[in-house]
């Protein structure tokens, strides 16, 4: 059995918590923890989109900025976007788009801005989780939820929910982060990137792995929302 630095068993979460409505003056907000990484998300939109050359008349379109707060990790990061933060904007918008019906909406633009306030790896599965419950949270027409974590591996053995100090795991083949996102109550893979190493066998029970995870989860962000809605009062 693998040994996790924390005492967590394979398959264990760190303690999450979830919260829908936090930002008063967005159309729709959260956060979501998965122990000491916490990401907020706020939902603007849909507004009409300026410039207007960039507008579709076919369909509203999401954009989505991912940052991490200066302080929130152990080396002040600098203002401002990077290279990392681009790459996560993007994938994210794709993560959360296949559950959109943005065609309802015309020339316009939804606006995710996500901030991670404490990194402490994770984080761009934790952006997706709280974003995906602040676009519920604002009322956009949603087929359905997303739900993301990360797989990685430590001795050959798969883990969920990687912090940081597994992620640095180093042994003979480095270091293995599988951040996964998926369309909530569905086998449909949203996000899947790979950092690091795995082999192919052990794919199939990494899907698995965070198929389970993910159920998880996702009650965990169906009870927010409807704690938001006053439905578990
Ligand atoms: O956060 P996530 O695992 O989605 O993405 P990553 O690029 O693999 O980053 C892993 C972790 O490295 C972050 O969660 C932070 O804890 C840390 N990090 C950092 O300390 N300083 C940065 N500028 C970027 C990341």
Redesign the pocket.
Known sequence: MVKRHDGRAADEMRPMVAKVGIIPNADGSAMFSFGK?IAIAAVYGPRTLHPQHMQNPATGILRVNYD?LSFS???R?KPGP?R?SKE?SKVTEWALAPVLNLEEFPNTVVDVEIY?LQ???????AGINAAAMALAHAGLPMKDLVTAV?VGKIDKELIVD?D?EE?DFREGEGAT?F?LAKVSTKDEFTLLQL?GKIQPDLIPKALDMATKACEKIYELQKAALKESIGGNK
Do not use: G, N, W, Y
Not at 119 to 125: F, G, L
């Open positions: 990484t991490l990790v152990a080396d990061k990077s990392r996560i991670i990194a402490d790896a994770s984080t761009r599965v990360a990687v940081k992620e982060d951040p950092d």
